[in-house]
């Protein structure tokens, strides 16, 4: 079986062009590195939930020792129920430039998102009728709208919130565990007593750099996106139409 071994020479140019690829790539790194610290870096954006705190109160019997006897105690809780959105309609309409540094251009964008959908409450009368049937106390507190992003220099603007006929303005910080970026808008307390569904829709412009990419946390979605870069790429497991 015959074995060619690479000559001297080739091993010189292979090493050449791996050294050259890797400086190139070491200059792209921190090209991207300073546009992002001017304007943003790639956006991954969760769809808005609906977050509702709540507290339960649960009597148990447990054994005191200084008296040595069982002891009823009450079991203080905190819980955070969130609710997906039953439909979800996403438009995004996505204006892409350029930022030269050295000899590399860096892809960014502005883009404009409108969402709208529908927020059922029935999971929430469901939570109610379990935990009274378990003889647990709980207590609602003030429910929110939240999403999230990426990076949340590249919310350009705070957004309003269209919630059925009302509205509601949008505070920084997205009040999520998982992450805090992004944006929240608090809604009426007595919104957890409601029954039915409603509707809501709020329009967002945010910057980014290479992608926008979203997490859609819903039963049902749909979302259209329109970009001005001439070869826009689609990437996911999603039916695309």
């Known amino acids: ?18 050294a050259i690829y890797l400086i190139s790539n070491t200059f792209l790194i921190e090209a991207k590195t300073n546009v992002a610290e001017s304007w943003t870096r790639s956006q991954t954006m969760l769809t808005p939930i609906l ?4 507290t339960t109160e649960r009597l148990e019997q447990v054994w005191n020792e200084s008296s040595q006897k069982m002891v009823n105690r009450v079991r203080k809780t905190s819980h955070t129920k969130m609710i997906m959105p039953s439909s979800l309609n996403i438009t995004s309409t996505i204006d892409n430039q350029t930022r030269q ?26 939570l109610r009728t379990s935990l009274a049937k378990d003889d647990i106390t709980a207590t609602f507190k003030q429910p929110y709208l939240a999403t999230s992003v990426s990076d949340l220099r590249g ?6 919130l269209k919630w059925q006929d009302d509205t509601h303005t949008f505070s920084p910080g997205s009040e999520l565990s998982f992450n805090s970026n992004g944006v929240h808008a608090m809604l009426p307390e007595n919104e957890i007593n409601r029954e039915g569904s409603i509707n809501f829709s709020f329009a967002l412009k945010l910057r980014g750099m290479e992608a926008l990419s979203f997490s859609p946390a ?24």
């Open 218 to 241: 819903s039963e049902s979605v749909n979302i259209g996106v329109t970009s001005t870069w001439p070869p826009p790429q689609v990437i996911g497991q999603f039916l695309r139409s």
């Open 101 to 126: 540094k050295g000899i590399f251009n860096i892809p960014v964008y502005t883009a404009d998102i409108a969402f709208d959908g529908t927020f059922s409450f029935a999971s929430i009368q469901k």
């Open 1 to 18: 079986m015959f074995d060619a071994k690479p000559t001297v020479n080739e091993c010189l140019t292979l090493t050449l062009f791996t």
């Open 155 to 160: 919310v350009h603007s705070i957004p309003s």
């Open 51 to 54: 977050v509702v705190p709540y």
